[in-house]
């Protein structure tokens, strides 16, 4: 069963502009939530996490937003960048054990 | 250090054939994991090793599929028999499991075609 989704398989974004990426997880005990982006012919690198107990991490471009009522967390990076164009998966683990479970993937292309 | 390395990068074979998939973790870390990357499932877990104990092999699709991890250094995925719905990139990933928050290095994959 996939206890994380990511519903939109691609997004497309001008330069500039705020590309904003969702994930949904099933799983009450998660509590722990990271993004991973993926270029062609490499493996997933990591880019930001958050925990259950924030709300927002911010890293330069890069804000992840968590709403744990709705189980549901986010994606916001201002402004894209052609070089933003990559793979994205969300990831979510619970601290009391080890196992990450990821959803689908996003293609995003950010348009010059 | 040289990150998580698999191998082979690429492998073709026949359906029936056996495939054996290599990992060597990074240095330190005491924690691996073994996921396929398919286009309807995205990255799925196959299973995961924690101090070289297998702890969770309930993504391990079929008894086709077994992995061992004889050593801090080392683990393989091997599939017998291949068929060609196992055509897939399998990645492998490691991490330093603490008591803190766990982030996974993975490696390039090995992207596999069974004809």
């Known amino acids: 069963d996939q206890q994380v989704k990511q519903n939109s398989p691609s997004l497309s974004v001008q330069e500039g502009r705020i590309s904003i990426l969702n994930c949904d997880y099933t799983?009450?005990?998660?509590?722990?939530f990271l993004w991973y982006k993926k270029y062609p012919a490499e493996g997933p690198t990591f880019l930001i996490s958050?925990?259950?107990?924030?709300d927002k991490n911010e890293d330069g471009r890069f804000t992840v937003f968590l709403n744990k009522s709705a189980k549901h967390l986010s994606l916001h990076i201002v402004p894209s960048q052609p070089g933003d164009s990559a793979v994205y998966f969300c990831?979510?683990?619970?601290?009391?054990?080890?196992?990450?479970?990821f959803g689908a993937g996003t293609r995003l292309t950010v348009k010059p | 250090d040289a990150g998580v390395i698999q191998s082979p990068r690429h492998e073709v074979t026949e359906m029936g054939q056996e495939v054996t998939l290599r990992c060597k973790p990074i240095?330190?870390?005491?924690?691996l994991f073994w996921y396929r990357q398919t286009m309807m499932r995205g990255l799925e877990l196959l299973i995961y090793?924690?101090?070289?104990?297998?702890?969770?092999d309930s993504g391990m699709p079929e008894d086709r599929f077994s992995a061992k991890m004889p050593n801090a250094s080392f683990s393989t995925l091997k599939i017998q028999p291949s068929e060609p719905r196992d055509s897939a990139v399998y990645f492998c990933?490691?991490?330093?499991?603490?008591?803190?928050?766990?982030?996974?290095?993975f490696g390039a994959g090995s992207r596999l075609t069974v004809l």
């Open positions: 990933a490691s991490s330093h499991r603490s008591s803190g928050a766990n982030v996974l290095t």
């Open positions: 799983n009450s005990m998660f509590d722990y």
């Open positions: 958050i925990s259950s107990i924030k």
């Open positions: 990831a979510a683990s619970a601290l009391a054990n080890n196992d990450m479970r």
């Open positions: 240095s330190g870390h005491n924690s």
């Open positions: 090793f924690n101090n070289n104990v297998p702890i969770d």
